[in-house]
């Protein structure tokens, strides 16, 4: 069985900051892909980076970028410069070779002025 | 991706009711898709998977009499709360995976059973 482990339940930065979310996960899959979404109050699930295991380059996406340690099954997300519309639910989570996905139970970041 | 849409967004029903639920591909010819279930202040769950043409894979716990899921066409997948209780009082989330681990979330229905 697949499971993701998000320990962190709220993270708090100020605007302009840099914080980092932690995500471990463990697989038996050989070849599976990590991501991390978003959720903000409405409550829209949007993603914001996704990583290929076989894919030893560390994905980014602007200011989101990820460091992915695969032999740690570890899977973190860092988000730099900070900004108001970043404050949201994040998740981890993680395919199986069905396509289903496997979430974390969140981290809740709070962005202060 | 694709552009998913889902309804209706909120609905309120008695208890002993069916409510169903719609989700749409507006764009993209969705082979599977899936219905999530999320807690207030909790992760989403998987409940199960959707699959155009043939009968849905639901996950371990899920009662598939109680959540009865219909793909009939490549852009349409619903979800049926039968008999519907408080405790199924909830959030309800569709994706439709676009291939290559792609996934397009509907924007969730909230349920609420009096």
């Known amino acids: 069985a697949q499971t993701v482990t998000q320990s962190q339940p709220e993270m708090s930065v100020q605007e302009a900051e840099t914080v980092t979310l932690s995500c471990t996960y463990d697989?038996?899959?050989?070849?599976?892909?990590l991501f991390w979404y978003k959720q903000p109050p409405s409550r829209q699930m949007i993603l914001v980076i996704r990583q290929e295991a076989y894919k030893q380059q560390n994905a980014t996406e602007n200011r989101f970028s990820v460091n992915f340690q695969k032999a740690a099954k570890s899977f973190s997300l860092k988000i730099s410069d900070s900004q108001l519309g970043d404050a949201a639910m994040y998740f981890c989570a993680l395919t199986d070779s069905w396509g289903k996905l496997q979430f974390g139970a969140g981290t809740q970041v709070v962005v202060t002025p | 991706g694709a552009v998913v849409s889902q309804h209706p967004s909120r609905v309120i029903c008695k208890s002993g009711t069916s409510v169903k639920i719609e989700c749409r591909s507006l764009?993209?010819?969705?082979?599977?898709m899936f219905w999530y279930r999320q807690f207030p202040k909790q992760s989403l769950m998987l409940m199960a998977t959707s699959n155009e043409g043939s009968k849905a894979t639901y996950e371990q716990g899920v009662e598939k009499d109680k959540f009865l899921i219909n793909h009939a066409s490549l852009t349409l997948s619903t979800l049926t709360v039968t008999s519907a209780h408080p405790e199924d009082s909830s959030f309800y989330i569709c994706s439709v995976t676009t291939g290559g681990f792609g996934y397009t979330f509907g924007s969730g229905t909230r349920l609420t059973v009096v």
């Open positions: 697989t038996s899959e050989s070849d599976y892909y």
């Open positions: 764009d993209f010819q969705a082979t599977t």
